[in-house]
């Protein structure tokens, strides 16, 4: 099993999800945090007792999307919130992965250690449990809004309840059948639990996570197939930047992002690829080469920007209503609205056409004389290659449009977000980027041929090495980008 990851009252990083993501993490529920929540529940108690009237039960205390019953009924606590629950069973689409969809669950729970929601202990202890043992559920990937992940959400109440369909140990299964296979039995909902579940954008969060911490990898693969480029286009001549990549020319960049990239640059070229001061008057690199660290590092501040971002979310109460424990009542308010992330979502999709663009571009300038290394015979093609990165790099300007821009949810009193789309979009973007880099990286290593040079640093030397391997398996398509990926320790899932 892994390490345990803390649920607490403190920060929840991305680095958290990302553990919990994986399917053998301990999530432990520290004491402030049950002593937060039980300190909420006792508040929604308080409230539902004053409104319960005479009957059976007290009635739900938000809003019943759908065949709403009559103000003046008397309703079965458990029954309301279960209608809550199914009312936004729409989502529609492809079952999310299950470490997308465990994403989903930690990003929840860790909303209710804030103590906000009015969700019961045992309730969120049973869901941690979900976690440990193992019982995921299938959760349809369309269908948010972004203002408040409710179809995603109503997947999780679902299993709760024990009906639906639940994911174990690899195999699809009725709820009820995998939650006793792991000792668990389901549950009834108590009053406002079901508005607990659902009005919480824990997709945007979750998956979001799991996205950004997948692209601040690719970020920087991003700077490993630029030094591969530069290298491979000095060829044994003058050509090729080394100053450009200096740290020292970019000391003085605004930007962290940058400033990081020429270092990583630097660092794997280990020596310039021209000597200090040398200038070719035909300026043969182009902007695109001089500029790489600006491109790179304009993606990875967007990534830093994101996580920050996603990080201050989940470390606050985002529920509506919300259980405010200083007053002791139940307020509401726009807290559930993803505009901020459907924006940071967005400006990552531009930033990533962008960096790609620049990637297939480099790629384009290679010499693409690798072919005498490898001899006669060989099916693998250079050109080809750099003709499926300008395909992707096609996609990926459409996929840059923002999702923020466009026209409301007519449905609604109230623009949406459309967060999760945008981060669909975004995901679907990350995958072509992590392509076209390998297609760079693949072309570059080519033209270097299979020999190693002694001022090579490690790094270099290993990706490189990496590399020559997928290509001297004559590995064609897809199965040629996914060994470069995995040569150069990148997942592209």
Known sequence: MGAPVVFGTGPISVDDLVAVSRDDAIVVLDTAALDRIGAGRAIVDRQTTAVGVDAPGPRSLGPVRGRAAPRTATLDPSAVEERVVHDRRGGIGLPLSVDRARAVIAARLAGWTRGASGIRLETAVFVAELLNRGVTPVIPSVGSLGDGDQTHLASVATLVLGQGEAVLAGER????????????????????????????????????????????????????????????????????????????????????????????????????????????????????????????????????????????????????????????????????????????????????????????????????????????????????????????????????????????????????????????????????????????????????GPAEHDEWSVGFSVAHAGLRSAIEQELLGQQLVTAALTALGVDRS
Not at 318 to 343: C, F, I, K, M
Not at 402 to 428: H, I, K, N, Y
């Open 173 to 448: 299964l009725p709820t009820r059948v995998a939650l006793s296979r792991v000792g668990l039995a389901p549950l009834d909902l108590a009053a406002h639990e079901g508005l607990a579940f659902v009005h919480h954008n824990a997709y945007s969060l979750g998956v979001g996570a799991l996205a950004l911490h997948r692209l601040g990898a690719l970020s920087r693969l991003a700077d490993t197939t630029s030094a591969l480029s530069s290298r491979a286009g000095a060829g044994s001549g003058p050509r090729g930047r080394g100053p450009a990549f200096d740290a020292t020319v970019l000391a003085g960049s605004p930007s962290a992002g940058t400033r990081a990239s020429a270092e990583r640059i630097t660092e794997l070229l280990a020596t310039p690829v021209r000597p200090e001061g040398a200038r070719d008057e035909r300026d043969p690199d182009g902007l695109r080469l001089r500029a790489t660290p600006q491109i790179n590092g304009a993606l990875a501040d967007e990534v830093t920007a994101a996580v920050l971002l996603v990080e201050s979310t989940l470390g606050t109460a985002s529920e509506d209503p919300l259980v405010d424990q200083a007053s002791g009542v139940l307020r509401t308010g726009g807290l559930l609205h993803g505009a901020a992330l459907a924006r940071a979502f967005d400006g990552l999709r531009a930033a990533i056409a962008h960096t790609a663009a620049a990637a297939e571009r480099r790629l384009g300038r290679v010499d693409g004389g690798g072919a005498d290394r490898r001899g006669t015979g060989s099916a693998f093609v250079p050109v080809l290659l750099g003709q499926s990165a300008a395909d992707l790099v096609a996609e990926l300007r459409v996929l840059a449009t923002p999702v923020a821009a466009g026209p409301s949810d007519e449905a609604a009193d109230d623009p949406a977000s459309f967060a999760g789309t945008s981060l669909r979009l975004l995901e679907r973007s990350t995958a072509l980027l992590a392509d076209v880099l390998a297609l760079e990286a693949v072309v570059a290593a080519d033209a270097l």
